[in-house]
């Protein structure tokens, strides 16, 4: 939603919240392709998940294509001074 609003104040240098959300979902895609790609190697049947990952491939990629920017978002507290860890 907040994409809507986003268009009306198009700012290409500005950080969109909608990067922000997208980000936290591709997040999210990609920890659940890894979750699922391990069950696969585990159970008698992989194939019986091949069609839920090949569905998360394309809300990724579908995402990526919509939203380019939204893995370079900076989120606060999150990404930010991450170099500190290590």
């Known amino acids: 939603m907040s994409r ?3 268009d009306e104040y198009p700012g290409e240098e500005d950080a969109r919240d909608s990067d922000g959300s ?11 392709l890894g979750a ?8 008698e049947n992989p194939d ?3 069609k839920l990952l090949l569905d998360l491939e394309k ?4 995402a990526e294509e919509e939203f380019p920017r939204a893995r370079d978002f900076m989120r606060p ?8 860890l290590h």
């Open 4 to 6: 809507i609003d986003e």
């Open 22 to 32: 997208v980000k936290a979902a591709l997040i999210a895609i990609d920890r659940s």
């Open 36 to 43: 699922w790609k391990v069950i696969g190697e585990i159970r």
């Open 48 to 50: 019986s998940i091949r």
């Open 59 to 62: 809300l990724r990629l579908r």
């Open 77 to 84: 507290g999150f990404d930010e001074n991450l170099d500190i």
